[in-house]
C-alpha cells in the first residue's frame, strides 16, 4: 500500500507564500504521477498542479505563473510552493499520487488566505 503525508499549510496574508510537502511511503512504483487538488467549502476538488514522475507539469490556469511544483524522486516527495497567495486560494489541499490503475490521497492540509 501506500501512504501519503502532507505538511506545510497554515495561515496567510493575501500576497504571502507557502511550500506543502508530501512525502509517500510504501508501493511506489518508478513511474508515476504526483500532484495536488484542492477543495474549498462546498465546492468540488478540483487539480491545482501534477508532475508526473518523467517531469511533465499541468497546472490550473488560476495558478499559473504564482505556483511551482516540484519533485525529488528519490525521496518520493513532491513539493508546492505557492506564491502570491490570494484570499480564493483558501482551500484544503490534498496530495494525489497516482500509479497503475491506482489513485492514492492524502489525508489534506488547510491554507487560508486572509485578506
Known amino acids: 500500500q501506500v501512504q501519503l503525508v502532507e505538511s506545510g499549510g497554515g495561515l496567510v496574508q493575501t500576497g504571502g507564500s507557502l511550500r506543502l510537502s508530501c512525502a509517500a511511503s510504501?508501493?511506489?512504483?518508478?513511474?508515476?504521477?504526483m500532484g495536488w487538488y484542492r477543495q474549498a467549502p462546498g465546492k468540488q476538488r478540483d487539480m491545482v498542479a501534477r508532475l508526473t514522475s518523467g517531469g511533465s507539469t499541468s497546472y490550473a490556469d488560476s495558478v499559473k505563473g504564482r505556483f511551482t511544483i516540484s519533485r525529488d524522486n528519490a525521496k518520493n516527495t513532491v513539493y508546492l510552493q505557492m506564491n502570491s497567495l490570494k484570499p480564493e486560494d483558501t482551500a484544503v489541499y490534498y496530495c494525489?499520487?497516482?500509479?497503475?490503475?491506482?489513485?492514492?490521497w492524502g489525508q489534506g492540509t488547510q491554507v487560508t488566505v486572509s485578506s
Open positions: 494525489h499520487l497516482a500509479q497503475r490503475t491506482t489513485v492514492y
Open positions: 510504501g508501493s511506489i512504483f518508478s513511474i508515476n504521477t
